[in-house]
């Protein structure tokens, strides 16, 4: 799996978009880019993924560049209750992505009243 | 409500105590695993399975076992723990498609 690089740490002000870069230089054509959170010690929670396109969910936006070597998840409206460690990861998707997911350190993200 | 179940939540035990962490899904998933989680080292696999009686090695298996005789459990077990597996353990399952796994709320072991 190709290896990511995030920021270790961002602050937002609640209520403003909190943008979260995730550098994936290496990532090869059929690779996914996946994006989970960790809300203290519960056990982290599916966001959403993408190939090549931008995504859009209830929860977020995934927008990935062209060379798809970069990407940046996108909290529209972010609230206190988003303050997480969101990790993003880059694996192959289907069964064959299924045996492993590498979660790095993740950017711990503070949503600040 | 579908999820993912873990028990014990806690656990404190001694080194060399066998024992059991129980993981249970109620959403008919083929694909299982077990995680843990230790500061400054992100969540590593311990072990995987892709369905009834087949399961594989993650990075990080020595020291534990696992068994999948029925599709929604996936039992961890420390035949003989040592205090380097506290930890804070996670299973997860994914269905068919293999693009969101479900997490469940965390076991925490500790070994003295």
């Known amino acids: 799996d190709a290896k990511t690089t995030q920021p270790p740490s961002m602050d937002c002000a609640e209520g403003r978009a909190a943008n979260l870069p995730c550098n994936h230089s290496t990532i090869s054509g059929n690779e996914y880019v996946y994006w989970y959170r960790q809300i203290h010690s519960q056990g982290p929670q599916y966001i959403i993924h993408?190939?090549?396109n931008n995504e859009t969910n209830e929860m977020a936006s995934l927008i990935i560049t062209e060379d798809r070597k970069s990407s940046t998840l996108i909290l529209p409206h972010a609230t206190l209750r988003d303050t997480a460690v969101y990790y993003c990861i880059v694996r192959l998707g289907g069964i064959q992505g299924a045996q492993k997911l590498v979660f790095g350190q993740g950017t711990r993200l503070t949503i600040n009243p | 409500e579908a999820q993912v179940t873990q028990n014990p939540r806690y656990l404190i035990t001694v080194t060399g105590k066998k024992l059991t962490v129980t993981c249970s899904q109620n959403?008919?998933?083929?694909?299982m695993s077990w995680y843990r989680q230790d500061p400054g080292l992100g969540l590593r696999q311990i072990y995987y399975?892709?369905?009834?009686?087949?399961?594989d090695k993650g990075d990080v298996p020595e020291g534990y076992k696992v068994s999948r005789k029925e599709k929604r459990n996936f039992p961890l077990i420390l035949e003989s723990p040592s205090p380097n597996q506290t930890s804070l353990y996670f299973c997860?399952?994914?269905?068919?498609?293999?693009?969101?796994?479900?997490f469940g709320p965390g076991t925490r072991l500790t070994v003295l």
């Open positions: 993408g190939l090549k």
């Open positions: 399975s892709m369905n009834v009686e087949v399961t």
């Open positions: 997860a399952s994914t269905q068919e498609g293999f693009n969101e796994q479900f």
């Open positions: 959403m008919n998933h083929e694909y």
